[in-house]
């Protein structure tokens, strides 16, 4: 793979080349600086397929070389990790917003950026399998009682608001919170729901169209400048807000609702027809980076289980219960978390230190 490599320290750029070039699967260019990163890019007889861009630089910052990246025609689904020293959660927000796919920390772990590395090309690769999808312009939105989904299930991207990212950038991005100090992030989930009769139609342009303005709503009434949201499918988003939300699950439904109506002045679909369940909330603060992609997954459970209790109220009385499936996209989460866990026993177990491992983590207990 031919990764760029963008740092004004010239010590960093030689640990970096050295590390990626010995495996024998990458070549490696390096750049001093974002201007000279840019030349780089330009001058390049065949294109870059990875970057790995330090935040903290002079003039032109990495983070702005970043949207400069994804605004170049063929960069758009290129996997960028940022490295820096900073932790904090404004540098997160300002990355992951421009474009970033993932986040590395100073000092490097050699092994664990390679990881992250081939960890960002399967994100990547996903991410443009997604987009070549054709979204079916006839496709019937329905809400069926033997199958409470929402038909049309593509993880598009929203677009229309700066608070979303892409769902595989926004797992990087939770998961790199638990990775720094912790500060009282909450996970909620929303899902945009049909609210008139069991079923109606609307076009797949029509249908995005209604996603896009609902991420708006979301963005201004839960994020602004204080998270970030991404879209799961099947009319579910996943938020991440720094602190918790006063007003009440009802409260922000009808807050969500009424923005969502205001802003869908002349839209192709009815926005009477859409309506918006809230989650309860999951602090992050609760779960640790092996355990992360159970809080997601809980998050997305919550808003769930609300759906199938709105799907059937006036059908069941209210004291059954009712059994929920997991989602596609909480199935997709439990083996990650599978992954994940057996990636980390299997490193432990070919470590020939793994007993003073053990001690180490049961003396931190």
Known sequence: MKIL???????????????????????VVSATSAMHALEQIGSAETPFECFL????????????????????????????????????????????????TDYVTKPLDIEQLRQRISSAQKTSYEKSLVAQQPFNE???????????????????GIGTTDTAIDFGEFENYVLQLTRGRKKDHVLFAIKLIPVTGRKFSASGASFRAALDTA???????????????CYRGDGTYLCLRDGPVSASRSELENALSSHFVAASSGAAYKPQNFGFLVGDPVSLSAYTEDTVFEALSCAIGNVEDRFVLFTHERKRP??????????????????????SLFEKVQAIAIDTNWQDIAVKRTKKK
Do not use: C, W
Request: net charge negative; no cysteine.
């Open 53 to 100: 861009i330090d935040i903290q630089m002079p003039e032109l910052d990495g983070i702005a070389l970043t949207e400069i990246i994804r605004q170049t025609p063929g960069h758009g689904d290129k996997p960028i990790l940022m490295l820096t020293a900073m932790h904090d959660t404004s540098y997160l927000d300002r990355a992951f917003r421009a474009g970033a």
């Open 138 to 156: 006839e496709h019937p939105i329905e809400l069926d009682a033997a199958n409470p989904e929402i038909k049309i299930s593509h993880r598009v």
């Open 215 to 229: 991420a708006e709503a979301i963005g201004t009434t839960l994020i602004n400048d204080h998270g970030v949201l």
């Open 318 to 339: 209210s004291r059954f219960l009712f059994r929920r499936r997991l989602s596609k996209d909480q199935q997709r989460l439990e083996r990650l978390a599978y992954k």
């Open 5 to 27: 490599t963008v740092d004004d320290d010239p010590g960093i750029l030689t640990i970096l080349e050295h590390a990626l070039t010995s495996t024998g699967f990458h070549e």
